[in-house]
């Protein structure tokens, strides 16, 4: 009998274990990157770099499990490219979710084109074993 509480009890510690391990490392895990890291925004007609193009990036947190969405939040990021056409992706120094963590195409805009959406393949090349990314926008 005693040899049975024994293995009930050290099942139960280690299930206990197991929960924290899981809510610790979810409650420290940084936010998960969308997109390379950096890269270059190009005028799909010039092969130009595009100055002044928004990167938007966003994610959704889940910290409660609740199917009706309460307990979630979003965080997001703007990058901006450089006068070359050149941007590296700010991720904001933030925990994922406690649940879940959704983590959005990012949405880039520039004056004078049209903004890009992730489902054109031929716009997007990923470059130097997906270290970098060439985005390439169309004039409107």
Do not use: C
């Not at 293995?7 to 899981?22: D, Q």
């Not at 084109?113 to 031929?122: G, N």
């Amino acid at each position: 009998m005693r040899t049975r509480h024994i293995i009930l009890g050290l099942a139960v510690l280690t299930m206990i274990v197991a929960l924290v391990a899981t809510i610790a490392y979810k409650a420290l895990a940084p936010l998960p990157v969308p997109l390379p890291p950096q890269g270059k925004v190009i005028d799909i007609t010039t092969g130009e770099g595009v100055a002044g193009a928004e990167l938007k990036t966003r994610w959704r947190l889940y910290d409660y499990p609740m199917l009706d969405g309460a307990g979630s939040y979003e965080v997001s990021s703007v990058t901006v490219t450089d006068a070359k056409g050149q941007f590296s992706l700010v991720i904001p120094d933030h925990r994922r979710g406690l649940w879940n963590t959704e983590a959005y195409p990012p949405s880039i805009t520039a004056g004078g084109y049209r903004p890009f959406t992730f489902e054109d393949v031929r716009a997007l090349k990923y470059v130097n074993h997906g270290e970098s990314v060439v985005i390439s926008l169309t004039p409107e």
